[in-house]
């Protein structure tokens, strides 16, 4: 395809490759960060995900020996063949990653005839593993290669073995393991070698294809159906460093709102003024903690964005201020389509601005939604963000709080958008075939700055379809799942791997969103789910209602116990989004981001960490009231009885209904909140630090918890040092906001396992 290389030439720390058949490129950014691009759609990088310049001063060396062109870098070394083959070294010469060279041979072949009669049968042929794809890329695996992100594919995981899409779909049915794609296309992936590491980022916004050893052991491949060969190379030495490498080309997650990570309280189905209240009240009664209440398609006026229904709400504003003065804000839905109605504002101001997506001939593109004929704003186009995010002013002068984007694949009713839509990259035009990825991206990044922009505030914004760098605009779900134990046991993997894909803000519903969730599933879910950093609770319409004083008053006793879990530990969890932040690390973390050298690990679905200081080993499966808890290495401590255990191996541990087994990392510092009904219920809370047995340090922060003020140096740092769970010693290390008006000490004796 590309032939030799005939010569290569130098601009600052590009690297242009002539081979007889195509010109290809590499892009130094960092030390650890090169860029493999070529032209195949257009000469320029058209990135949705990365923003700004991001390339950093190296010194870099080139060097032709007998075999191939050699590029190093203090971290890397890449060495360049012909045919544009590229393998890539560590510091030490130790090969990373090899591109494929040889013919591709699938693990089965199927004969046509077999497949005609298979197909008449009734069963679904999978000849995927066939298909040479526009753009592509294939590159060796080794044995014990372990695959990790790809944001929330079904599955376990480590994805080695498995194939899959990137094309944002909603789909309705139970979510299986072997589905392909769902909501989110995050095209980045970490591969966990026997002796080294590194991950790669395939920024291309078409349908996109990763197959990862399935069609063959010994390698894998990317592609696509259009559009550049763009892909960053990562050679950081762990996997902390390759994710923060990753999300510092994609960006981070800007700290939340405190009062976002608190309790949501959820249905779709709350349909009047009098069902809302009704529910902050029972939420009272049954002193359960909450700082949310989402309200779904049915507060719009005929499923019309931008309008509130007056009959069924007469009226909002004062509603939404009676939740507020219970401490429970207001988070709405929106939808991108926009109804096709004479004289609705949305729609003849879209109309008249030519703001929605059109028709290859020029009309303006029509599909259905929930209000019926509906148009889609081109959010490729600033002005089209910029009068979206303006019209939120709606929302925020009638008092809601924060806004869930959904529907944003997009999602339609009379099929899917045609390829040919056309739509608007910036200042390019494109087709749907190349926006469709980003779509939802792009619709949040117009609410996020229009939000921002409207209060000052940090805005909280909910999406279900983002690609790569949403993370900087909003967080995220896992979208429709089901009341049933296999998508309960789903989202630990799912939101372990969404993390590993610089997406650290995310949740499911618990309890599940469709069908009929029961009282022992309800429990446990509550017991993984109050661990997420979304912590939600949500149904469908249809099925049974979940809220937890309809289970009886044993699981109404664990939902409590479950969330005020989660609200004593803010400030752990507000801690962790500043890490977040900085870092790109997220709140949940498999095992395996901590200990990739631990092979017990790199499988594990059913345990996280929660930081670095708490692991979580909830029960996942029906009727289970003791199971197999593997703890990693170091000296561990059951956050509920305090028992002393050492890492490196397997325990049975009891875990009764009311019990989510969970540990806590010898030397922690765990900082607590008092019990409150909702963030802010008390003004100016105390800090309790939590001591545990061992010698550690931890760094605590705190700002004002709502604005910006912090990015100008208003906020606290404070370096604790624990001695042995027996004393400790603080000291700040950054002074910009007011201090605590206590601290209180509690240090937690250890306990010899009987």
Known sequence: MFGKLLNHTTDGQTVTLHYEKQTAYLHVLTDTIINVFVPFHTKEHLS????????????????????????????????????????????????????????????????????????????????????????????????????????????????????????????????????????????????????????????????????????????????????????????????????????????????????????????????????????????????????????????????????????????????????????????????????????????????????????????????????????????????VRSWWGEHLRFYTELGVSGVWNDMNEPASFNGPLPDDVVFTDEDRTTTHAEMHNVYGHNMAKATYEGWKNLTGKRPFVITRACYSGSQKYATAWTGDNQSLWTHLRMAIPQQCNLGLSGMPFIGTDIGGFGADTTPELMARWIQTGCFSPLFRSHCAIGSMNQEPWLFGEEVLSIYRKYVELRYSLLPYFYDLCRVCEQTGLPVIRPLVLHYENDRNVRNMNDEFLIGESLLAAPVVDQGVTRRLVYLPEGVWYDYWTHEEYQGGQYYPVDAPLDVCPLFVKAGSVLPKAPAQMYVGQIPDPELILELWPGTGSYVHYRDNGEDFSYRDGAYNEYLIENRDGQEAGIRKLHEGYTDYPDIKMVYISRKKRA
């Open 48 to 383: 949705k995900a990365i923003e700004g310049v991001k390339e950093q001063p190296v010194s870099f060396t080139l060097q032709q020996d007998q075999e191939s062109l050699v590029l190093s870098t203090p971290a890397l070394s890449c060495r360049i063949h012909d045919d544009f083959k590229l393998d890539f070294h560590d510091k030490d010469g130790n090969l990373l990653c090899a591109d494929y060279r040889g013919r591709r041979i699938p693990r089965f072949t199927l004969q046509e005839s077999l497949v005609e009669l298979s197909r008449k049968e009734g069963h679904e042929v999978n000849l995927s593993d066939t298909v040479d794809h526009p753009v592509q890329c294939g590159k060796t695996l080794d044995e014990g290669d372990c695959i990790y992100g790809l944001g929330d594919k079904t599955g376990v995981l480590n994805k080695r073995y498995y194939e899959y899409e990137n094309w944002n779909s909603d789909i309705p049915d139970p979510h299986e393991d072997c589905f392909k794609s769902l909501y989110k296309s995050i095209p980045f992936f970490i591969i966990l070698k026997e002796k080294g590491i590194y991950g790669i980022f395939y920024d291309n916004t078409f349908r996109s294809y990763f197959n990862f050893g399935k069609e063959n052991n010994s390698y894998y491949s990317f592609g696509s159906t259009d559009g550049n060969l763009d892909y960053y190379f990562i050679g950081a030495s762990s996997m902390p460093e390759i994710l923060t490498d990753y999300t510092y080309l994609t960006g981070r997650m800007p700290l939340p709102q405190k009062w976002a990570l608190g309790y949501h309280q959820s249905r779709w189905g709350y349909d009047s003024e009098e069902t809302f209240r009704g529910i902050a009240k029972k939420l009272q009664e049954h002193r359960i903690p909450c700082d949310a209440i989402h309200f779904d398609i049915e507060y719009m006026e005929r499923y019309k964005v931008f309008t509130w229904d007056k009959t069924r709400f007469a009226d909002a504003k004062t509603l939404l201020s009676d939740l507020k003065k219970q401490g429970i804000k207001a988070v709405t839905i929106i939808d991108p389509g926009v109804k096709v109605e004479k004289d609705y504002p949305m729609y003849e101001e879209g109309i008249s601005n030519g703001y929605f997506v059109k028709t290859p001939q020029g009309d303006t593109y029509v599909n259905a939604v929930w209000p019926g004929d509906a148009v889609f704003p081109d959010f490729g186009r600033p002005e």
